[in-house]
């Protein structure tokens, strides 16, 4: 942790006494979605808006709204017994861009509520170009505060679900973030991100449990609530590049590793590659992920009591697992020449097909079989995007 | 954890050693640079962007980190989880 402030500390040194002539700021536009995630029991769907608008050339204003409609009955539901639950999660997002000669300060505050978690984010990011342009090296630091609740019956009306008032926990976050994007050649480019996280607080999914043998119950199980660790640090550090083809189209990749304080090992590599057609306005783009990890210290299927050790959970983004994303995206550009006050505009609409193979996580819907011998769960889903972009 | 303890003497030497690396490439800010503005219309180009459209990489990585155990590293923001 120390080294990474102390590695903030020298770069920020570096970028004050950095020489400046002038930067950018991003472009003025417009951006309105529509997303929906459909996979393993779960729907989730809504709106997103951002609109990003320059001013006087030296300061930016960004904000951004959006929304999660979630109905699931996702295989957690499922194996605590509980039914299918509706809920809504709006997330309202500002930021401000301060460019300075080749430097730019961004500060961002996010809000993000539901009904029974709320996160409120703010963060500060400095850029700055170097070396006539071609290398941009950036860093930023987030502190978040996290407010977790949860829901119960309501003891009047067993049809609606109240929030416990006898449960409120909270969650500090702290990211600490260094990035360096370099032009290589006058077709390729490469960008190098580093990124700390830490977390103190109540880290549970108050919702599920972790389930240990009980020869004395039908199925051989009993389920009992997590318990998590109170902290985790997590280092991330990702490698991106593009390279530009003759005939106007790019190939892209990009591999980033992970590994934390509870023991969770990942990869993730994506290729991926985009075309516009001819003159069209047409631009047309693939690309594939593939994601793996290894399980958390004290995550267990099955663990053999109910106070085997100190940390047990079950939760299925702790066990080992892989995923691969196949995307397709399909964009038109309009207004083209410009139109009225738009100097140009895009309709998108990008299809994400994503399978989920868990290699230590059974399927337990099925209590006919014996605990420990159900096939191990796996599941698909699709991601699909429709947005409207306008520059302006 | 994975903090190897280096003896303390060498910890400011280190530190120096680092500053001064760093403010002397900051001081090299006028570097001719190996690819030249007007050789840089491909870079412009929006094929080459690493983040063509944020609404929609902002999306997906929260798709992504609501299901995977990794986190970071990627440019996105925060906010809850709406995953169970």
Known sequence: MFTAIRALGLLLLALIAAPSLAGVLPEDRADLLYHRYEGGGVTIHGPSLLVRKTMAEKYSVSANYYMDMVTSASIDVEVSGASEYKEERDQYTLGFDYLRGKTTYSINYSNSEENDYEANTASFNISQDLFGDLTTISMGFSKGDDTVQRTIEDPDNPDVRIVDPSFREGIDRWSYRVGVSQIITRNSIAALGLEVITDEGYLNNPYRSFRYVDPEDDTNYRLATEIYPRTRTSNAASLNGRYFLPWRAAVFGGYRFFTDTWGIDANTYEVGYIHPWKSTGWTFEASLRYYNQGNADFYSDLFPRVDYQNFMGRDKELSTFASQTLHVGATYEFARGGWKFIKKGTLNLYYDRMEFDYEDYRDARDTSLVAGTEPFYSFGANVIQAFVSVWF | ?84
């Open chain 2, 1 to 84: 954890m994975g903090d190897r303890q280096l003896p303390c003497g060498n910890r400011p030497i280190r530190l120096i050693a680092a500053a001064v690396c760093l403010l002397a490439l900051s001081a090299c800010g006028n570097i001719e640079p190996w690819v030249k503005p007007y050789e840089r219309q491909n870079l412009a180009d929006p094929v080459m962007a690493f983040d063509l459209n944020p609404i929609s990489t902002s999306y997906m990585d929260h798709v992504f980190e609501a299901r995977e155990g990794a986190r970071g590293a990627l440019g996105g923001g925060g906010g809850g989880c709406g995953c169970n």
